[in-house]
């Protein structure tokens, strides 16, 4: 049994198979009494690292939902992000002040290095539509397998990268790098001290997108000799960026809608400052009234006019260029959209 974090570890079986247990205990920043959270929906915990994981055939994990509003509350759907993660819940009716148990068992497969999978819910609570839960960790498997691929996590373009990845290997084993192939990435992998342990520092490529390095590795002191794996990982935006921005719908007599659009930072750790963010639309119906550069958000304040007797959707792109103080830059477009609705007029005598 290991405990961490308010966490433990329980190894054990069923049907044949090793499962690996996460029950929680007395986390005083998730504590399940309803009485501390106001009237709402809650999941508890919402994120859990589980750490490293060795060739676990099946995680289990349990959280647990509180509805401490009056009213009664529905879970209506479930999400899991991926099809390795069966979900079972205890109910999905909540009377106010009950409990729901929500159990996931994941079973990741050939899923190795920096995995994270996540569960959302959809409700009919008003203020709470959706609930998430997270589980991250690292996966390994007890020994290298030719051509695994393992994920070593996700970055920002150009992002700074020093991080110490364990890699499988035979109980016994210690390993060497014979090669190295970098595909996309001028990363470098180093060995450490341990050779149990190799390191990758560096930065992340500028282009988004998934990025490789091919590692060949010789085994010492241990039953296998050569293995040749596949690091894997991934740049992303340094900003959450929206599919879309409604700014909603008008009728005929009120030619213009507004909305303020706010874009987060995924990066909010980065020191790098945005230097400027410039901001141009494909068509001139949609304008940008004021904007504010945050380093931890992007806020637009958008304005859509509308030309008289024009009914229908509108639509156009809305263009982002940002320059950082590092000199790095970054662009991305967002289609934007409005509705123009016909008024009704309704005779009142027709009701009578």
Same mark, same amino acid.
């Given at each position: 049994?290991?405990?961490?974090?308010?966490?433990?570890?329980?190894?054990?079986?069923?049907?044949?198979?090793?499962?690996?247990?996460?029950?929680?205990?007395?986390?005083?920043?998730?504590?399940?009494?309803?009485?501390?959270?106001?009237?709402?929906?809650?999941?508890?915990?919402?994120?859990?690292?589980?750490?490293?994981?060795?060739?676990?055939?099946?995680?289990?994990?349990?959280?647990?939902?509180?509805?401490?509003?009056?009213?009664?509350?529905?879970?209506?759907?479930?999400?899991?992000?991926?099809?390795?993660?069966?979900?079972?819940?205890?109910?999905?009716?909540?009377?106010?002040?009950?409990?729901?148990?929500?159990?996931?068992?994941?079973?990741?497969?050939?899923?190795?290095?920096?995995?994270?999978?996540?569960?959302?819910?959809?409700?009919?609570?008003?203020?709470?539509?959706?609930?998430?839960?997270?589980?991250?960790?690292?996966?390994?498997?007890?020994?290298?397998?030719?051509?695994?691929?393992?994920?070593?996590?996700?970055?920002?373009?150009?992002?700074?990268?020093?991080?110490?990845?364990?890699?499988?290997?035979?109980?016994?084993?210690?390993?060497?790098?014979?090669?190295?192939?970098?595909?996309?990435?001028?990363?470098?992998?180093?060995?450490?001290?341990?050779?149990?342990?190799?390191?990758?520092?560096?930065?992340?490529?500028?282009?988004?997108?998934?990025?490789?390095?091919?590692?060949?590795?010789?085994?010492?002191?241990?039953?296998?000799? %050569? #293995?040749?794996? /596949?690091?894997?990982?991934? +740049? *992303?935006? @340094?900003?959450? &960026?929206?599919?879309?921005?409604?700014?909603?719908?008008?009728?005929? %007599? #009120?030619?213009? /809608?507004?909305?303020?659009? +706010? *874009?987060? @930072?995924?990066? &909010?750790?980065?020191?790098?400052?945005?230097?400027?963010?410039?901001?141009?639309?494909?068509?001139?119906?949609?304008?940008?009234?004021?904007?504010?550069?945050?380093?931890?958000?992007?806020?637009?304040?958008?304005?859509?006019?509308?030309?008289?007797?024009?009914?229908?959707?509108?639509?156009?792109?809305?263009?982002?260029?940002?320059?950082?103080?590092?000199?790095?830059?970054?662009?991305?477009?967002?289609?934007?959209?409005?509705?123009?609705?016909?008024?009704?007029?309704?005779?009142?005598?027709?009701?009578?």
């Amino acid at each position: 049994m290991i405990s961490k974090q308010g966490l433990t570890l329980l190894f054990g079986s069923r049907g044949g198979r090793s499962v690996l247990f996460i029950c929680f205990f007395a986390l005083s920043a998730c504590d399940s009494r309803p009485e501390k959270y106001p009237a709402g929906v809650y999941v508890t915990p919402q994120n859990i690292d589980i750490g490293e994981v060795v060739d676990s055939k099946e995680i289990v994990v349990e959280f647990e939902i509180v509805n401490t509003s009056s009213q009664v509350v529905h879970i209506l759907q479930v999400f899991p992000s991926c099809r390795c993660t069966k979900v079972e819940l205890s109910r999905n009716e909540l009377e106010p002040m009950q409990k729901s148990t929500l159990v996931l068992s994941l079973s990741p497969g050939k899923q190795f290095g920096k995995q994270k999978f996540t569960v959302a819910m959809r409700t009919d609570f008003p203020s709470f539509p959706i609930l998430s839960v997270q589980i991250e960790g690292w996966f390994r498997p007890k020994r290298i397998e030719q051509g695994i691929e393992l994920q070593v996590g996700s970055f920002w373009p150009g992002a700074k990268v020093d991080i110490v990845l364990p890699i499988p290997i035979g109980h016994r084993g210690e390993i060497s790098i014979a090669g190295v192939t970098r595909r996309n990435c001028t990363l470098d992998v180093v060995q450490t001290s341990s050779l149990k342990n190799i390191q990758i520092v560096g930065n992340a490529p500028e282009m988004l997108g998934k990025f490789l390095i091919d590692l060949d590795l010789v085994g010492k002191n241990g039953d296998w000799e %050569s #293995a040749s794996i /596949v690091l894997a990982g991934n +740049v *992303i935006s @340094r900003w959450q &960026v929206p599919p879309a921005i409604y700014l909603g719908f008008s009728e005929s %007599s #009120a030619c213009r /809608v507004a909305k303020t659009a +706010v *874009i987060p @930072r995924n990066a &909010v750790a980065s020191t790098v400052d945005v230097a400027s963010v410039d901001v141009a639309f494909d068509d001139d119906w949609v304008s940008l009234e004021a904007s504010a550069n945050e380093h931890k958000q992007l806020t637009f304040k958008l304005a859509g006019d509308f030309t008289a007797g024009v009914r229908g959707t509108l639509s156009t792109l809305m263009r982002i260029k940002i320059a950082y103080a590092d000199g790095d830059r970054e662009e991305f477009a967002v289609p934007v959209f409005a509705k123009h609705i016909e008024e009704i007029e309704v005779d009142s005598n027709a009701w009578r």
